[in-house]
């Protein structure tokens, strides 16, 4: 079963529109982080957003926000007015298994490549 | 930038070569993370590395070895390449091993010929 999913190949969003990246994630851990990280097309991979398990509150870091719905078990990332440099693919990724000192591993979802259109 | 160096940029070699992969960890940050990302198996986990030690390994080849030195600089070495093995390597650090954090270097992209 695929641990993390992310169900959109591509997005396109109007500048200065807001849009938001679905994830799913499957985990029977208690313990586990969730990210995303943007993937523009020079290649390096950018960390954005992290929101644990246990954190009550949605991840905010600027224009973007992480949507957590834990009984549904998805992470969905929220970027507000769209700029033309927000064009990239996003992965969206998961760190289970801290108490078992697994932590370290990201699994990775497809992506989804967004385009961000004037 | 991440602060994470990786090294060389791009890597251009034939078939049954070998060569390394040379990653520097962000100031303070002990674990090294190297990750593989093709068309085909996207972004893989290969191997992590704490303080010199290793701590996890996930889909690395036989063939594919690392090692973390004293300062905390790691290589991935890849041997006897297949045309498979072309694709981007990344290396990430974060401060320990739980760190919610991981940054990523610019990945040096592998070209088997």
């Known amino acids: 079963a695929q641990k993390i999913t992310q169900t959109q190949p591509g997005m396109f969003v109007q500048e200065k529109e807001a849009v938001t990246l679905d994830c799913t994630y499957d985990?029977?851990?208690?313990?586990?982080?969730l990210f995303w990280y943007k993937q523009p097309s020079s290649g390096e991979m950018i960390f954005l957003i992290y929101q644990g398990s246990y954190d009550e509150q949605n991840a905010t870091e600027g224009r973007y926000s992480l949507n957590f719905q834990k009984a549904r078990k998805s992470a969905n990332l929220v970027i507000s007015a769209s700029q033309l440099g927000d064009s990239a693919m996003y992965f969206c990724?998961?760190?289970?298994?801290?108490?078992?000192?697994?932590?370290?591993?990201?699994?990775f979802g497809t992506g989804t490549r967004l385009q961000v259109t004037l | 930038d991440s602060g994470v160096t990786q090294t060389p940029k791009h890597l251009i070699t034939a078939t049954g070569q070998r060569v390394t992969l040379r990653c520097s960890p962000r100031s303070g940050d002990l674990s090294v993370y190297w990750y593989q990302q093709s068309l085909d198996q996207g972004l893989q986990f290969l191997i992590h590395y704490y303080n010199g030690e290793e701590r996890a390994k996930g889909n690395i080849l036989e063939r594919f070895s690392a090692q973390q030195f004293p300062d905390l600089h790691s290589e991935l070495n890849l041997s006897s390449l297949e045309l498979g093995d072309s694709a981007l390597y990344f290396c990430?650090?974060?401060?320990?091993?739980?760190?919610?954090?991981?940054?990523f270097g610019s990945g040096t992209q592998l070209s088997v010929l």
């Open positions: 990430a650090s974060s401060v320990g091993t739980m760190n919610e954090k991981l940054f």
């Open positions: 990724a998961m760190r289970e298994g801290s108490h078992t000192g697994t932590a370290s591993k990201l699994t």
């Open positions: 985990t029977s851990d208690q313990s586990y982080g």
